[in-house]
């Protein structure tokens, strides 16, 4: 289960509160489409940004609402205790696997990091992805580390940032050769998914697949099919997408899509992180258009 | 109040909770001492890695034990909604300042950042010490975005990050350039201060006076009466202390000094933050001995 797609709903936001409705809509989607998994509370879901009864209340609803799939949860916090409850309620939640990004505010060394994931396979037999998201977290894993947090009994696969099409082989390759052969490597940055799966990656962690399935399935069957050509040119169809990606970070751009879309609630995001501006809308507005989204 | 010497207090942990007789006891330390004033649940005082409920108790502690000292409280959160909250909390405390670091998961605008000190000087008269840590924080301010916060009614410091004794002048009068008159400067990262204080800041914000006291007035009292080369030389002889902080960050290092002198139990920082480790305790042990710390 830790191959393939797996889509990272958002969690909107209304008047600063979760909104269960349209969270549930989103999961309804995901449940109905051909993703692989879904993955709640990833950076996509915000789960930094919501407290522990929020989080525990979103974790219900992706379960009572995730049909047939698998359900991945985000459990990631800055402190080692505040994880391990998030573990224990993923776990009550019937969680399929765990998503453990290593969140710092003080830099945070190697060991800090190891003895992070050691705590939490120590405590848990939920299968743990290693996420590994430096823009967000300011954490750098060196391979290396990987070798060394891949040993733990437990760790099921490893999020790998984003990395151009012609630096992914030799990249993939040089992570599976430091981790046991049932740990799994997942491409991020949607941009740079169909260059990860050309290259071997096992899964693909999508922020976009969270709001708009249908699209990047046709992008994975395609690589799963050994198309791989195909899936490079359903990428490049996507690429307006993907440039507002690199501007505004994909959080803001798809969390616009899903309002343009009837998805969310105008400004769903968490403040002091405010949605685009009406230019930045008015031109996503015709890429949805041109895409023909959703 | 917002000049002078402001020491940063650690919040001491022991068994993952607020050791509260460790942090009652650096407060009355402060409190007798000759700093200017204290401020509670900064960087040093481990704000980000505490539960509301913790941040809540730990001001009512330092409010009870500040003596004549006026009380900064740190404010911070990855969540507008959560700063709100926090900024009720230091009011009610009867805090003389808050201070506020746009915390950042998702990378922040400048409008984004303005926004949240809009929010909090829309709602409390409470001054607010602008709080640049971008090693932390990873938000970066330009001193234009300075300019346009500072205009916003209740902002009363800005807290400058480390600058060289070199750049210093230049760069302090740059920040004076475009904020008004009664909005003062302070420096921050120890080894930076006494070059800060020279080139005109008005106040220091220091994660050691908050364990050595003693040691940091001295370098601040000989800066503010003009005698910038024994400010200098005071600064000069920390320098063993100051190499540790560029190696390990200022928590860790100034966490150990406390342990070694009996003011914390040992491993009092919040897991996944590791202490240092033998062989750097002992080097450090060394260092305390040297300086005649404490």
Known sequence: ???????????????????????????????????????????????????????????????????????????GALRTSEVLAHVRAA??????????????????????VYGLFRE???????????????????????????????????IASIKIPPVSAAAAPERVRAVRAVIPDHVTVGISGDAAAAGGLTAGCDAWYSAA??????????????????????????????????ELFAEHGSLRVIAAVAEQLGLAHRNCLPLPVHGLGVRERRHLAGVVEKLELA
Do not use: C
């Not at 969140?103 to 060394?109: E, H």
């Not at 590994?132 to 070798?147: Q, R």
């Not at 249908?214 to 690429?239: F, K, L, N, T």
């Open 91 to 112: 776990e009550e939640a019937g969680a399929a696997g765990i998503l453990l990004a290593p969140v710092s505010y003080q830099a945070l060394t190697d060991d800090d």
């Open 1 to 75: 289960m830790f191959t393939g797609l797996s889509a990272f709903p958002l969690t909107p936001l209304h008047n600063d509160a979760v909104d269960e409705s349209a969270f549930v809509r989103l999961m309804v989607r995901l449940a109905e489409s051909d993703v692989d998994s879904i993955a709640v509370l990833g950076s996509t879901g915000s789960y930094p940004y919501l407290s522990a009864g929020e989080r525990r209340r979103v974790v219900q609803l992706a379960a009572a609402s995730a049909g047939s799939k698998p359900l991945i949860v985000g459990v």
């Open 120 to 154: 939490v396979t120590d405590s848990s037999n939920v299968p743990v992805i290693v996420y590994d998201n430096p823009g967000t977290t300011h954490f750098t894993f060196s391979t290396a580390l990987y070798g060394r947090i891949a040993e733990l009994p437990g």
């Open 209 to 242: 697949a969270g709001t708009l399935p249908g699209e990047m399935v046709r992008i994975m069957r395609a690589a799963q099919e050994g198309r791989y050509e195909d899936a490079a040119a359903e990428s490049a169809r996507m690429a307006p997408l993907w």
